[in-house]
């Protein structure tokens, strides 16, 4: 659960008048904060993708579990998948945009096998989607198994 569904922030509590709104705003933050850091980490990692030492991909794979710890982490900070699967996400549309051509022709990341360019852009791609996937897998539902199929049949009485 996070911390401002349990009342931890700003003093807020159950009984207090507002406290849904306030919780409202914060996920909602929250979640746009984490899909801006998608969005800057996509941009970002695209340009820095490339750096290799003898064609082996080394800062292609230090974003990839870079990528992974970070969607990992908002898993855990936010208390269920929503919030990973928006920096996935974001992240994930950002790097196709870099990987195309632009209006001029110009290539963010050029990945050719067997050609003079090395192959970061596609560790960087096809790693960082299985590493996002995993990731996102890897964080706990915050509802109870089956309930995203069930909806309210699927609960429990308390």
């Known amino acids: 659960m996070s911390l401002a569904k349990q009342g931890v922030l700003a003093g807020d509590g159950p009984g207090r008048p507002g406290g849904e ?3 409202a705003v914060v996920s909602g ?3 746009a904060v984490l899909g801006l850091f998608g969005a800057l980490y996509g941009l ?3 340009f820095l993708q490339g750096w290799t030492v003898n064609r082996f991909p080394v800062a ?3 974003l990839v579990l870079l990528l992974f710890a970070a969607v990992r982490l908002a898993g855990w900070g936010m ?3 929503a919030g990973p699967t928006i920096i996935a996400l974001t992240w994930l549309v950002v790097v196709f945009i870099m990987s ?3 209006p001029g022709g110009d290539l963010v990341m050029p990945a050719e096998l067997g050609g003079k360019t090395d192959y970061a852009g596609y560790v960087y791609i096809i790693g960082g989607l299985a ?8 964080v706990r539902p915050s509802g109870s198994s089956g309930q995203w199929l069930l909806g309210r049949a699927g609960r429990t009485p308390r």
Do not use: M
Not at 131 to 138: E, H, M, N, P
């Open 131 to 138: 590493a996002a996937v995993l990731a996102v897998l890897r």
């Open 60 to 62: 292609a794979i230090v």
């Open 21 to 23: 709104a306030l919780d």
């Open 29 to 31: 933050a929250s979640y």
């Open 100 to 102: 195309n051509n632009g």
């Open 44 to 46: 970002v990692g695209s």
């Open 79 to 81: 208390g269920g998948r």
